[in-house]
């Protein structure tokens, strides 16, 4: 897939010289930075929601156990 992003021109130099030293194209520098990127900040749904109940002052279960008793009441 191909998309159209705009690097500043500093940076853009910056990533040209180092193609030039690894030997890779542009395209192939970019998709490893993607890659990496993702990689790096891809598992984040956990993290989000562990300890999300700590300060609720009631047990998970015991509230569950609470709302569920309520449809067969």
């Given at each position: 897939?191909?998309?159209?992003?705009?690097?500043?021109?500093?940076?853009?130099?910056?990533?040209?010289?180092?193609?030039?030293?690894?030997?890779?194209?542009?395209?192939?520098?970019?998709?490893?930075?993607?890659?990496?990127?993702?990689?790096?900040?891809?598992?984040?749904?956990?993290?989000?929601?562990?300890?999300?109940?700590?300060?609720?002052g009631e047990d998970g279960l015991?509230?569950?156990?609470?709302?569920?008793?309520?449809?067969?009441?």
């Amino acid at each position: 897939m191909q998309t159209l992003i705009d690097i500043p021109a500093a940076e853009l130099e910056r990533l040209e010289e180092i193609c030039r030293r690894q030997r890779l194209s542009r395209e192939e520098a970019l998709r490893q930075a993607v890659a990496e990127y993702v990689d790096r900040h891809g598992d984040f749904a956990g993290d989000e929601a562990f300890g999300l109940w700590r300060d609720r002052g009631e047990d998970g279960l015991v509230y569950q156990q609470r709302l569920r008793a309520e449809w067969a009441a």
